[in-house]
């Protein structure tokens, strides 16, 4: 059974930076595609990002290219965002899933962990 536990969220100021972390287990990490997606409170998910399992072809929203950064760690089986140049409208709870996502394709509930909360304000 697949396994989350996300990390780094908490409040920073429009600009600042975060990176969160996703320590995964219960699957052979490197084989899958992994994706950030977002929830904002009274909104549905929306999906952030995704890598392919060898690291390759990151992709991106719209609403965070340029400012976010996906990577990831085989050994550690963990899966890492970086985020720069902080805005409100990036305020949510941030999940990590064991599913490639698109614009058109935000991967499931069920593929993702618990969460952890950014909040950008000032």
């Not at 972390?21 to 409170?41: D, E, H, I, K």
């Not at 085989?74 to 140049?85: E, G, I, R, V």
């Amino acid at each position: 059974q697949s396994h989350f536990v996300e990390s780094g969220g908490g409040l920073v100021q429009p600009g600042g930076s975060l990176t969160l972390s996703c320590a995964a287990s219960g699957f052979t990490f490197s084989l899958y595609s992994m994706s950030w997606v977002r929830q904002a409170p009274g909104k549905g998910p929306e999906w952030v990002s995704s890598i392919k399992g060898n690291g390759g072809l990151p992709t991106y929203a719209d609403t965070v290219k340029d400012r976010f950064t996906i990577s990831r760690d085989n050994a550690k089986n963990t899966l890492y965002l970086q985020m720069n140049s902080l805005k409100p409208e990036d305020t949510a709870r941030y999940y990590c899933s064991n599913e490639g996502g698109s614009p058109y394709y935000t991967p499931p509930h069920n593929t993702r962990g618990q969460g952890t909360q950014v909040t950008v304000s000032s």
